[in-house]
Nanobody, 126 residues
Framework: VQLVESGGGSVQAGGSLRVSCIAS???????????MGWFRQAPGKEREGVAN???????RYGEFVKGRFTISQDNAKNTLYLQMNSLKPEDTAMYHC??????????????????WGQGTQVTVSS
């Protein structure tokens, strides 16, 4: 299973970015229940869960998102998205997608996830 992120970059505060994650060797039909998530980690900080979504479309967001980000998935394209609006300098981090079988249940740092992408850097300047 491979997860490949793209779409990161540099943006000024208040701007928007959309990051994508394409899954190969792992289809959304592989498991009857699965969880896909976005996580981020800034230098010197703990990894934190940004958002996750399961097969039936149940979604959870980290508290810091506060309505600014939207997670979505395109099953036909095996692609997970994260639309990020109203970006702040504190959103600067490496963003990773991850996947695992089973329900999402909660959002946390992602220690229980099986598959991880290499990440895409998001930098927000003030």
């Amino acid at each position: 299973v491979q997860l490949v992120e793209s779409g990161g970059g540099s943006v000024q505060a208040g701007g928007s970015l959309r990051v994508s994650c394409i899954a190969s060797g792992y289809t959304y039909n592989t498991y009857s229940r699965y969880c896909m998530g976005w996580f981020r980690q800034a230098p010197g900080k703990e990894r934190e869960g940004v958002a996750n979504i399961d097969r039936i479309g149940a979604i959870r967001y980290g508290e810091f998102v506060k309505g600014r980000f939207t997670i979505s998935q395109d099953n036909a394209k095996n692609t997970l998205y994260l639309q990020m609006n109203s970006l702040k300098p504190e959103d600067t981090a490496m963003y990773h997608c991850a996947a695992r079988p089973g329900d999402c249940n909660y959002i946390g740092p992602g220690n229980e996830y099986t598959y991880w992408g290499q990440g895409t850097q998001v930098t927000v300047s003030s």
